[in-house]
């Protein structure tokens, strides 16, 4: 049960954090005797907020690259150990997740690497390379060129294989359905575009989940392309994170749906040596960045399991700062943006849910203009009972 939540300040000095912390306890312990849930209890380490990450995005591998989107096995090789060189640690997407959600620490200068469309060299020659390596990996899959699949060929991986390498820990996440420019409408009304939209990013997250048994909470944009409709389509999906392949070090707060990827081809080599060497542009970190993790009383709690599948939702800001109190936005996972009510005098935040939330995990995400700067926090709890399984299956069945 941990109630130590992450917020992200941009230029906060650490010796007001320090103060907030403490006149936040005795707040938050005021508010936990209140709801008589149990006082809030330290996280276990701090979590390095100005770690940097890349996230390296590949297609196929091909001794003689047929297009720029094709590597040489040799080169692919020879960039895996440079990452080594320099000092960059491979971490799995979960790890990167939990970081970004202020549970875990990551090395310094990390990256991810990520190999897009679900192309069979993917399983059969990068996979051996990056097994030598020990470097986890996520491929990103549109589920259309899946074997079978209505836009298949010749060089596409089969479920069978996507399994073998779900079996082994390798990370599978969506790149959509069909593979189309997200942000092209051509000719959709409103209504056509909002359902192929979601479509695309829920149905491609649905699919995978049901073919592999897996949960997805990160999505490629075909070509990196999005909008306001497309990044909206995300969020009420329940993706963590979106991936653009507009290539630059990821901070802590980047926006989760815009997180750039450098996309490593054979005619630009220049551009996995940028990456590599952590030189070039840093988005949503860098100097300024300070960490600040407080204590923030939730219902549920975080990490909790619940049985009311249409839970009341309360956080009490009191630990945040000086709050705009017209600033203050609930988001959850599932569900999207929610008419929540803040209370200026007890600064709790709260919402009913209406509807019944799925089983599975639930995130709620605050946001607030705290002392004149947007701040977000977030924490997950799970529903986990008779009536949402019910609601579920009877989701499924329609
Ligand atoms: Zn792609």
């Known amino acids: 049960m941990r109630l130590f939540i992450a917020f992200l300040f941009l230029c ?26 149990p006082p809030p209890t330290p996280t276990p380490e701090p979590v390095d907020l100005n770690s940097e990450v890349i996230v390296l995005c590949y297609h196929r591998f091909e001794d003689k690259p047929k297009d720029s989107l094709a590597i040489k096995p040799s080169d692919f090789e020879a960039q895996m150990q440079t990452l080594k060189d320099n000092g960059v640690t491979v971490i799995p997407m979960a790890d990167f997740l939990a970081w970004r959600r202020g549970e875990k620490g990551i090395p310094a200068k990390s990256a991810i690497v990520s190999i897009d469309d679900g192309y069979i060299s993917g399983y059969s020659v990068g996979w051996p390379i990056l097994k030598k390596f020990g470097y986890p990996f996520t491929m990103f899959i549109y589920t259309d060129y899946v074997k079978g699949g209505p836009k ?6 089969s479920w069978e294989q996507l399994a073998e390498m779900r079996d082994a820990g390798v990370d599978i996440q969506s790149h959509t359905v069909s ?24 149905g491609s997250k649905e699919l995978l989940e049901q073919k592999l048994g897996i949960q997805i909470k990160a999505i490629a ?9 497309v990044r909206e389509t ?18 802590h707060s980047a926006e989760a749906t815009m ?25 949503g970190g860098g100097a300024g960045a300070m960490p600040a993790a407080v204590t923030m009383v939730t219902q549920p709690m975080d990490g909790e399991t619940v049985s009311d599948p249409s839970p009341e939702i309360k ?19 599932g569900v999207g943006l929610v008419p929540a009510t803040y209370d200026p005098e007890t600064k709790l935040v709260s ?24 701040t977000e926090a977030r924490w997950s709890f799970n529903v986990g009972s008779k009536e949402a399984k019910e609601a579920n299956q009877a989701k499924e069945a329609s």
């Open 12 to 37: 906060l000095a650490l010796a007001a954090c320090k103060k907030k912390s403490q006149a936040g306890a005795s707040a938050a312990q005021d508010a936990a005797q209140a709801s008589s849930t």
């Open 152 to 157: 298949s060929g010749g060089q596409s991986i």
């Open 179 to 202: 593979h189309s420019s997200l942000n092209a409408r051509k000719g959709k009304n409103d209504e056509q575009y909002s359902a192929w939209l979601k479509n695309e990013i829920a």
């Open 221 to 229: 944009y075909p070509y990196g392309l999005h909008n306001d409709a």
């Open 234 to 251: 995300v969020k009420q999906a329940g993706y963590e994170a979106a991936f653009t392949v507009y290539g630059q070090r990821i901070g």
């Open 259 to 283: 997180i750039g990827r450098y996309a490593i081809e054979s005619s630009k080599p220049k551009v996995f040596e940028e990456a590599a060497n952590f030189k070039g542009s840093v988005e």
């Open 315 to 333: 956080a009490n800001l009191a630990t945040l700062g000086d709050v705009d109190p017209k600033s203050v936005t609930m988001r959850i996972s």
């Open 351 to 374: 919402y009913r849910i209406t509807q019944k939330l799925y089983t599975g995990q639930v995130t709620v995400i605050v946001g607030a203009t705290v002392n004149g700067r947007k």
